[in-house]
C-alpha cells in the first residue's frame, strides 16, 4: 500500500521546488548578464586600447629600443640646435595653415548655414541636398580639382593657397553643422526679442548665434582637427606642417623614433585645446534655451534679398559639387580613357568600398558602448574622454606609424600586418573619436527613467542596451556609420602608410598619380571616388531629412 502524504506536504515540497528552480534560473540568468557585460566591456577596451597602443608603443620606442634605455631619439630633436627653430617654423605654417582655413571655412559656412536654415529663402531644399552631397566630397578630390584650376607648380609653397583647398573642402560640413545648431534654436526667445523691439539683425547676433554656439565650437574643431592632422594637402605642395613633417622623415630616416618626437609639440598643443574646448563638442550638452529636434523653430524674411540669397546660396552648393567635374573631366583625354583607367582601378574602388564600411560598421557598435560609458558612468567619464581628445590630437602620420609597430610583429595568430584588416584598423583608429562625438547627444538624450525601468523589470547593462539604448540610438548610429563610411573613402594620410602590397585604395591610387604627374589618371581616380560616395550621400540625405528639411 501506498504510504499516505498529506496534501500540504506535497504542495510545501512542490512549493520549495519551484522556489528553488526560480533561484538557479534567476542565478543563471545574472550570471549570463554578468558574463555578456564582461565581455561588451573587454570589447570596448580592447578596441580603445587597441587604437591608442600604436602611438603609445611608438612614444616608449623613443626610450627603449632593442632591450636597452636610450635618449638618443630625444637628443636628435630636444637637444639639437636646430630643433627650435625647426619646430618654430612647424609651429607657424601649421597655426596659419589652421588658422586661415578654420577662418575661410567657417563664415563661409556660418553664412550658408543663416541663410538656408534661418531664413525663408527659395530653393532651401535642393540647396542643402547639394551642400550634403559636397561634404561626403574626399579632402584630395577637392585638392585634385582646386590644383587643376590654381595650377599645382604655382601653388608650391603657399600656405594660403594650401588653406584655401582646406577651407574649400570643409564649407560644406561647417555650414551643415552650424545649421543643424541654428534650427535646434527654439522660436520663443528670438520671438521675444523681437516683440521688446530688437531688430532682426540683432536678434540674429544676440540671440541664434549665441545659443547656436555650440556648433561652431564644433565645426572649428572639426576644421581644426582635419586641417592639422592631414598632410595630403601640405604634402603636395611642399607646405611644412607637423604632419607633414613626421610623413617625410619617416621614410627618410628609416625609424620611427624621430618623427614621432616631431609631432610631440603639436599633440600637446591641440590635446590641451580639444580638452578646453570639450564641452561643446564631447558632452552632448544641448544648447542653453535650445528646442529638441522637434518643435516650432522660426525663419526670418529675407524681403527683398531673398532671391538673391537664394540664388547665391544655391550656386555655392552647385560649385562645390560641381566644380570638381567641370575641373577634371577636361584633364580626361576623352571617355575610352576614363573607361580604361577606371577599370583598372576596379580593385582599388572595391577595397575601399568594403573596408570603409567595415570601419563604420565596427566604429559605431563600439562608439555606441563608449558613448554611453561616458553619458552615464561617472567612474569612466574622464578615462575615455581623455582618450577620445588624445585619439584626436595624434596626426594621422603617427596613428600609421603606431599601427605599423602594433601589427609588424610574430605574436598575433594571423597576419594583420599584410592583409586588408590594416586598413579598417586605420579608419577605425582614426574615426573613432568621431563616431563617439555623433553619438553622444543621441546617448544624452535617452531618459534615465527608461534604463531605471528595464532595470527595475530586471535587466542587466547587455539587456539594458539591448533593449533600450540601441533602439533608442539607432537612428543616429545609422548617421554615424554613413558618416564613417564618407570619412573612411576619402582618409589618405592614415592608409598611405598602412596598406599592405597589392590593397590599394583609390585614394593611394589618386596620391601617387598625383606626384607622377599623371593627371588623365588622377583625374580619373578622383571622379570615381565621387561616384562611390553617392550612395553614402543617398543614406545620409533620407536619415537626415527631418533634421535638415523639417519644419
Given at each position: 500500500?501506498d504510504?499516505?502524504?498529506p496534501?500540504?506536504?506535497?504542495?510545501?515540497?512542490?512549493t520549495?521546488?519551484?522556489?528553488?528552480?526560480?533561484?538557479?534560473?534567476r542565478?543563471?540568468?545574472?550570471?549570463?548578464?554578468?558574463?555578456?557585460?564582461?565581455?561588451?566591456?573587454?570589447?570596448?577596451?580592447?578596441?580603445?586600447?587597441?587604437?591608442?597602443?600604436g602611438?603609445?608603443?611608438?612614444?616608449?620606442?623613443?626610450?627603449?629600443?632593442?632591450g636597452?634605455?636610450?635618449?638618443?631619439p630625444?637628443?636628435?630633436?630636444?637637444?639639437d640646435?636646430?630643433?627650435?627653430?625647426?619646430?618654430?617654423?612647424?609651429?607657424?605654417?601649421?597655426?596659419?595653415?589652421?588658422?586661415?582655413?578654420t577662418?575661410?571655412?567657417?563664415?563661409?559656412?556660418?553664412?550658408?548655414?543663416?541663410?538656408?536654415?534661418?531664413?525663408?529663402a527659395?530653393?532651401?531644399?535642393a540647396?542643402?541636398?547639394?551642400?550634403?552631397?559636397?561634404?561626403?566630397?574626399?579632402?584630395?578630390?577637392?585638392?585634385?580639382?582646386?590644383?587643376?584650376?590654381?595650377?599645382?607648380?604655382?601653388?608650391?609653397?603657399?600656405?594660403?593657397?594650401?588653406?584655401?583647398?582646406?577651407?574649400?573642402?570643409?564649407?560644406?560640413?561647417?555650414?551643415?553643422?552650424?545649421?543643424?545648431?541654428?534650427?535646434?534654436?527654439?522660436a520663443?526667445?528670438?520671438?521675444?526679442?523681437?516683440?521688446?523691439?530688437?531688430?532682426?539683425?540683432?536678434?540674429?547676433?544676440?540671440?541664434?548665434?549665441?545659443?547656436?554656439?555650440?556648433?561652431?565650437?564644433?565645426?572649428?574643431?572639426?576644421?581644426?582637427?582635419?586641417?592639422?592632422t592631414?598632410?595630403?594637402?601640405?604634402?603636395?605642395?611642399?607646405?611644412?606642417?607637423?604632419?607633414?613633417?613626421?610623413?617625410?622623415?619617416?621614410?627618410?630616416?628609416?625609424?620611427?623614433?624621430?618623427?614621432?618626437?616631431?609631432?610631440?609639440?603639436?599633440?600637446?598643443?591641440f590635446?590641451?585645446?580639444?580638452?578646453?574646448l570639450?564641452?561643446?563638442?564631447?558632452?552632448?550638452?544641448?544648447v542653453?534655451?535650445?528646442?529638441?529636434?522637434?518643435?516650432?523653430?522660426r525663419?526670418?524674411?529675407?524681403?527683398?534679398?531673398?532671391?538673391?540669397?537664394?540664388?547665391?546660396?544655391a550656386?555655392?552648393?552647385?560649385?562645390?559639387?560641381?566644380?570638381?567635374?567641370?575641373?577634371?573631366?577636361?584633364l580626361?583625354?576623352?571617355?575610352?580613357?576614363?573607361?580604361?583607367?577606371?577599370?583598372?582601378?576596379?580593385?582599388?574602388?572595391?577595397?575601399?568600398?568594403w573596408?570603409?564600411?567595415?570601419?563604420?560598421?565596427?566604429?559605431?557598435?563600439?562608439?555606441?558602448?563608449?558613448?554611453?560609458?561616458?553619458?552615464?558612468r561617472?567612474?569612466?567619464?574622464?578615462?575615455?574622454?581623455?582618450?577620445?581628445?588624445?585619439?584626436?590630437?595624434?596626426?594621422?602620420?603617427?596613428?600609421?606609424?603606431?599601427?605599423?609597430?602594433?601589427?609588424?610583429?610574430?605574436?598575433?595568430?594571423?597576419?594583420?600586418?599584410?592583409?586588408?584588416?590594416?586598413?579598417?584598423?586605420?579608419?577605425?583608429a582614426?574615426?573613432?573619436?568621431?563616431?563617439?562625438?555623433?553619438?553622444?547627444?543621441?546617448?544624452r538624450?535617452?531618459?534615465?527613467?527608461?534604463?531605471?525601468?528595464?532595470?527595475?523589470?530586471?535587466?542587466?547593462?547587455?539587456?539594458?542596451?539591448?533593449?533600450?539604448?540601441?533602439?533608442?540610438?539607432?537612428?543616429?548610429?545609422?548617421?554615424?556609420?554613413?558618416?564613417?563610411?564618407v570619412?573612411?573613402?576619402?582618409?589618405?594620410?592614415?592608409?598611405?602608410?598602412?596598406?599592405?602590397?597589392?590593397?590599394?585604395?583609390?585614394?593611394?591610387?589618386?596620391?601617387?598619380?598625383?606626384?607622377?604627374?599623371?593627371?588623365?589618371?588622377?583625374?580619373?581616380?578622383?571622379?570615381?571616388?565621387?561616384?562611390?560616395?553617392?550612395?553614402?550621400?543617398?543614406?545620409?540625405?533620407?536619415?537626415?531629412?527631418?533634421?535638415l528639411?523639417?519644419?
Amino acid at each position: 500500500m501506498d504510504a499516505f502524504v498529506p496534501p500540504g506536504i506535497i504542495i510545501r515540497v512542490t512549493t520549495m521546488g519551484d522556489r528553488r528552480r526560480m533561484r538557479i534560473v534567476r542565478a543563471a540568468r545574472n550570471g549570463c548578464e554578468r558574463a555578456a557585460h564582461g565581455l561588451l566591456f573587454a570589447l570596448h577596451a580592447t578596441v580603445v586600447l587597441g587604437a591608442l597602443a600604436g602611438p603609445m608603443l611608438v612614444l616608449i620606442g623613443t626610450v627603449y629600443r632593442d632591450g636597452a634605455w636610450t635618449v638618443e631619439p630625444w637628443r636628435n630633436i630636444f637637444a639639437d640646435a636646430t630643433g627650435i627653430a625647426r619646430w618654430l617654423v612647424l609651429l607657424r605654417h601649421t597655426a596659419w595653415l589652421a588658422l586661415l582655413a578654420t577662418a575661410i571655412s567657417v563664415t563661409a559656412g556660418a553664412a550658408l548655414a543663416l541663410v538656408l536654415f534661418k531664413s525663408d529663402a527659395r530653393l532651401r531644399v535642393a540647396s542643402v541636398a547639394l551642400l550634403l552631397l559636397a561634404a561626403t566630397v574626399p579632402l584630395y578630390v577637392v585638392a585634385g580639382s582646386m590644383l587643376s584650376i590654381m595650377g599645382k607648380e604655382a601653388s608650391l609653397g603657399s600656405i594660403p593657397r594650401a588653406a584655401l583647398i582646406h577651407a574649400t573642402a570643409y564649407v560644406p560640413i561647417v555650414a551643415l553643422v552650424i545649421g543643424m545648431a541654428l534650427r535646434s534654436v527654439g522660436a520663443d526667445y528670438e520671438e521675444l526679442a523681437l516683440v521688446e523691439g530688437a531688430g532682426t539683425l540683432r536678434v540674429l547676433m544676440c540671440v541664434t548665434l549665441r545659443m547656436a554656439r555650440g556648433g561652431f565650437v564644433a565645426a572649428v574643431v572639426l576644421v581644426v582637427l582635419w586641417t592639422t592632422t592631414d598632410y595630403s594637402v601640405s604634402d603636395v605642395l611642399l607646405v611644412r606642417t607637423f604632419a607633414e613633417e613626421v610623413y617625410t622623415q619617416f621614410p627618410l630616416r628609416g625609424r620611427m623614433q624621430e618623427p614621432a618626437l616631431t609631432c610631440v609639440p603639436q599633440a600637446v598643443l591641440f590635446a590641451a585645446l580639444f580638452w578646453a574646448l570639450r564641452r561643446g563638442f564631447l558632452t552632448g550638452e544641448s544648447v542653453e534655451g535650445g528646442a529638441p529636434d522637434v518643435g516650432a523653430r522660426r525663419r526670418f524674411a529675407g524681403g527683398r534679398w531673398r532671391w538673391p540669397l537664394s540664388i547665391g546660396a544655391a550656386a555655392v552648393a552647385l560649385f562645390l559639387v560641381a566644380g570638381p567635374v567641370v575641373s577634371l573631366v577636361p584633364l580626361l583625354h576623352g571617355s575610352r580613357q576614363f573607361l580604361e583607367n577606371a577599370r583598372s582601378a576596379h580593385h582599388e574602388i572595391l577595397t575601399s568600398i568594403w573596408t570603409s564600411l567595415a570601419a563604420g560598421v565596427i566604429t559605431t557598435a563600439v562608439g555606441v558602448g563608449i558613448a554611453w560609458y561616458i553619458v552615464r558612468r561617472s567612474r569612466w567619464r574622464k578615462l575615455l574622454a581623455a582618450c577620445i581628445v588624445w585619439m584626436l590630437a595624434f596626426p594621422a602620420p603617427v596613428l600609421g606609424i603606431g599601427l605599423v609597430v602594433l601589427f609588424n610583429r610574430d605574436v598575433w595568430p594571423f597576419d594583420v600586418y599584410d592583409s586588408p584588416a590594416m586598413l579598417v584598423c586605420a579608419y577605425v583608429a582614426r574615426f573613432l573619436p568621431v563616431g563617439v562625438i555623433l553619438l553622444i547627444p543621441a546617448v544624452r538624450a535617452i531618459p534615465v527613467e527608461c534604463e531605471l525601468a528595464a532595470r527595475v523589470d530586471g535587466c542587466g547593462t547587455a539587456a539594458v542596451w539591448r533593449r533600450v539604448v540601441w533602439p533608442m540610438c539607432l537612428p543616429t548610429a545609422l548617421v554615424s556609420m554613413f558618416a564613417v563610411v564618407v570619412l573612411s573613402l576619402g582618409e589618405l594620410p592614415c592608409s598611405v602608410i598602412v596598406t599592405p602590397p597589392g590593397w590599394d585604395t583609390i585614394g593611394v591610387r589618386f596620391f601617387g598619380a598625383l606626384h607622377s604627374g599623371m593627371y588623365p589618371d588622377a583625374a580619373t581616380f578622383c571622379l570615381a571616388a565621387m561616384a562611390t560616395v553617392v550612395v553614402p550621400w543617398a543614406g545620409l540625405l533620407i536619415l537626415l531629412r527631418r533634421r535638415l528639411f523639417g519644419e
